[in-house]
């Protein structure tokens, strides 16, 4: 039986990673210089990546290429934990009155875990 290779996984792998890290397809492909049309087409329809944006994208995602073409293994176990801080970090442009809003339901929920 043939051993399927790490770059055959390179699509899923990606959108692992960047959903992982609480990013989204518009937002890698904004910072790496591509539209997020390209981001998905790499996430879903091809199993090679393009060369030259494997470091501008594992730069972004803060892995490393190793990790990206899954040569290495990543622990993404934190993945809940970063995109959380993300979108709070989103949060901050809310106004006041919706920050205190979302500051009240956080603490509603938390109180149901007691």
Do not use: C, W
């Amino acid at each position: 039986m043939k051993r399927k290779s790490h770059i055959q996984d390179f699509g899923k792998r990606l959108a692992q990673i960047r959903k992982a890290k609480g990013v989204t397809q518009a937002e890698l492909g904004n910072k790496i210089g591509v539209s997020q049309r390209v981001i998905a087409y790499y996430e879903k329809e091809t199993t090679y990546p393009a060369t030259h944006l494997l470091i501008p994208i594992a730069k972004v995602l803060k892995v490393s290429v190793d990790e990206l073409l899954g040569i290495k293994q990543i622990k993404l176990s934190d993945s809940n934990h970063a995109r959380f801080l993300n979108k709070l970090k989103k949060a901050e442009v809310l106004s006041k009155k919706d920050k205190t809003a979302l500051l009240h339901y956080i603490d509603a929920l938390l109180l149901k875990i007691k």
